[in-house]
């Protein structure tokens, strides 16, 4: 087979993650799996570098560290506030999650929205070079792709979305729907987790915008005919299941053994987020507790749980609301010597916790929404093949479709939680292992470097773009 120089990859997105080492460490999947393609293209990834600055200038912040080029521009206050606060996680996010009643709709959000993307595509359209391939990614930036097209730009432009994609219903109580959806058809390539999201997507472009569908996942609007894919994201599992037995893993693992002091464990591990569903999580464990006395200190549940997004009043309220009822569940079943709930609001390196997962009999990841939660597949891969612990996944995770061999509930019933608990405790060892084995087929096959090629590669095969009018 004839190899073909991969074109250069521009990747933007809303949070950059310059790599401090060649593998994982304290780094997210996602990053490190995007910094390798960047490292075999020699590409660059551009986006907000989290900080503020006073006027925006369009000064890029050029790096070059492990062999990853990152360029990262600086927002105003003002544009931070409406832009990442306002509309991506004040309006869309919780609406894509669909919690219309958490969404706000403020037009001083939209305007932010529009000119931070305008500025984006300002500052990063001088970057790209003719035959680069362009590589948007999640809801911070749909509309800009149409901005880059605004500015001349006639690379191939791929959008991929983290998060789902809403039910038409819900998405036409976004005032600018029609807007969005429209500038969505500025992309060649259009990739979502899961193919309820991809479903989702289709419904809206056939009701609301008459499109027409093509073979090959093609969709046509106003003469614009993008290809719209389910894409799932995966781990770097290779990655994952070596460092769950690195040194770091092995000793945090040897330590929880000996904390957990003969006890069952049960984790949780999410960034503090409504759309996480921790408050159904707990109040499903404290049934659980409560129908199950015998098995009052013989497990404990702990929960990991970084804030995020903490000037936004929702992210607030979720915690307090988190703070108060770990109290309450523990002060009702607590005694002396053992805590139900260890609650723990700090993040932690990705090898630390690899050896948290092999040392959980247990992972709970109950989200009651997710664009696809790889939590869930990195708790599998970290998993001791001769004696793994069971997954117990949400149906509304994106990861439940592919991950059918988790026990799958329904994450808004206690007693559905608490069912699944006692069925992950007493279930044997050959099932445990039959299951995982299933399992861990699903997550070497469709690893992040699978999704990559599978998305890059859908977009080498678009065709160049044409010329604008005019
Ligand atoms: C989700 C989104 C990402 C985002 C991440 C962390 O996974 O899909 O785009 O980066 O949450 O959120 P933050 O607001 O801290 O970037």
């Given at each position: 087979m004839e190899l073909r120089p991969m074109s250069r990859l521009v990747i933007i997105s809303n949070r950059v993650s310059v790599p401090t080492s060649d593998v994982g460490g304290?780094?997210?999947?996602?990053?490190?799996?995007?910094?390798?393609?960047?490292?075999?293209?020699?590409?660059?990834?551009?986006?907000?570098?989290?900080?503020?600055?006073?006027?925006?200038?369009?000064?890029?912040?050029?790096?070059?560290?492990?062999?990853?080029t990152t360029a990262t521009i600086d927002l105003e206050a003002q544009d931070i506030d409406e832009y990442y606060n306002g509309y991506a996680n004040r309006t869309l996010w919780p609406l894509f999650h669909y919690r219309v009643d958490l969404a706000e709709f403020e037009r001083g959000f939209a305007g932010g929205y529009e000119r931070v993307n305008a500025r984006f595509a300002d500052t990063v359209a001088p970057l790209i070079e003719a035959e680069d391939?362009?590589?948007?990614?999640?809801?911070?930036?749909?509309?800009?792709?149409?901005?880059?097209?605004?500015?001349?730009?006639?690379?191939?432009?791929?959008?991929?979305?983290?998060?789902?994609?809403?039910?038409?219903?819900?998405?036409?109580?976004?005032?600018?729907h029609r807007e969005l959806v429209q500038s969505v058809f500025a992309y060649d390539v259009v990739g979502f987790q899961t193919l309820d999201s991809l479903e989702a997507f289709r419904d809206y472009a056939r009701v609301q915008l008459d499109a027409e569908f093509g073979e090959d996942g093609s969709v046509t609007h106003e003469g614009r005919t993008i290809r719209a894919i389910a894409c799932p994201i995966g781990i770097d599992t290779?990655?994952?299941?070596?460092?769950?037995?690195?040194?770091?893993?092995?000793?945090?693992?040897?330590?929880?053994?000996?904390?957990?002091?003969?006890?069952?464990?049960?984790?949780?591990?999410?960034?503090?987020?409504?759309?996480?569903?921790?408050?159904?999580?707990?109040?499903?464990?404290?049934?659980?507790?409560?129908?199950?006395?015998?098995?009052?200190?013989?497990?404990?549940?702990?929960?990991i749980a970084p804030p995020s997004r903490a000037d936004v009043q929702s992210y607030q309220e979720i915690r307090a609301h988190l703070d108060a009822l770990s109290g309450r569940i523990n002060g009702e079943f607590a005694d002396a010597e053992w805590v139900p709930i260890r609650y723990v609001n700090k993040g932690h390196r990705r090898d630390q916790l690899a050896g948290m997962y092999r040392a959980a009999r247990i992972g709970l990841v109950t989200p009651l929404r997710d664009g696809m939660n790889l939590v869930a597949k990195e708790y599998v891969a970290a998993q001791d093949p001769a004696d793994p612990g069971v997954l117990i996944l949400s149906r509304f995770a994106g990861a439940a479709e592919q991950l059918v061999d988790a026990l799958l509930i329904n994450p808004h019933s206690p007693e559905d939680m608490a069912d699944a608990i006692a069925t992950a405790l007493a279930m044997p060892l050959a099932e445990r292992i039959a299951r995982w084995r299933r399992l861990m087929d699903n997550i070497e096959a469709e690893d992040v470097i699978w999704w990559r090629r599978r998305f890059t590669e859908a977009l080498e095969a678009a065709r160049p773009h044409p010329l604008p009018p005019g």
């Amino acid at each position: 087979m004839e190899l073909r120089p991969m074109s250069r990859l521009v990747i933007i997105s809303n949070r950059v993650s310059v790599p401090t080492s060649d593998v994982g460490g304290a780094q997210g999947g996602l990053s490190v799996a995007l910094a390798a393609a960047l490292r075999e293209s020699t590409g660059i990834w551009f986006g907000w570098s989290g900080e503020e600055t006073a006027h925006f200038s369009g000064h890029i912040n050029f790096q070059r560290n492990f062999g990853v080029t990152t360029a990262t521009i600086d927002l105003e206050a003002q544009d931070i506030d409406e832009y990442y606060n306002g509309y991506a996680n004040r309006t869309l996010w919780p609406l894509f999650h669909y919690r219309v009643d958490l969404a706000e709709f403020e037009r001083g959000f939209a305007g932010g929205y529009e000119r931070v993307n305008a500025r984006f595509a300002d500052t990063v359209a001088p970057l790209i070079e003719a035959e680069d391939l362009v590589w948007v990614h999640d809801y911070h930036l749909i509309p800009l792709g149409q901005k880059l097209r605004e500015r001349g730009c006639r690379n191939r432009i791929g959008f991929f979305l983290h998060i789902p994609w809403p039910p038409t219903p819900l998405l036409l109580s976004l005032p600018s729907h029609r807007e969005l959806v429209q500038s969505v058809f500025a992309y060649d390539v259009v990739g979502f987790q899961t193919l309820d999201s991809l479903e989702a997507f289709r419904d809206y472009a056939r009701v609301q915008l008459d499109a027409e569908f093509g073979e090959d996942g093609s969709v046509t609007h106003e003469g614009r005919t993008i290809r719209a894919i389910a894409c799932p994201i995966g781990i770097d599992t290779a990655e994952f299941r070596a460092s769950a037995t690195s040194e770091v893993a092995l000793g945090v693992f040897e330590r929880m053994r000996l904390s957990a002091n003969g006890r069952t464990m049960i984790i949780g591990v999410d960034r503090l987020d409504y759309s996480k569903g921790l408050e159904e999580r707990f109040l499903g464990y404290e049934r659980f507790l409560g129908s199950h006395p015998d098995q009052h200190g013989a497990v404990f549940l702990l929960q990991i749980a970084p804030p995020s997004r903490a000037d936004v009043q929702s992210y607030q309220e979720i915690r307090a609301h988190l703070d108060a009822l770990s109290g309450r569940i523990n002060g009702e079943f607590a005694d002396a010597e053992w805590v139900p709930i260890r609650y723990v609001n700090k993040g932690h390196r990705r090898d630390q916790l690899a050896g948290m997962y092999r040392a959980a009999r247990i992972g709970l990841v109950t989200p009651l929404r997710d664009g696809m939660n790889l939590v869930a597949k990195e708790y599998v891969a970290a998993q001791d093949p001769a004696d793994p612990g069971v997954l117990i996944l949400s149906r509304f995770a994106g990861a439940a479709e592919q991950l059918v061999d988790a026990l799958l509930i329904n994450p808004h019933s206690p007693e559905d939680m608490a069912d699944a608990i006692a069925t992950a405790l007493a279930m044997p060892l050959a099932e445990r292992i039959a299951r995982w084995r299933r399992l861990m087929d699903n997550i070497e096959a469709e690893d992040v470097i699978w999704w990559r090629r599978r998305f890059t590669e859908a977009l080498e095969a678009a065709r160049p773009h044409p010329l604008p009018p005019g």
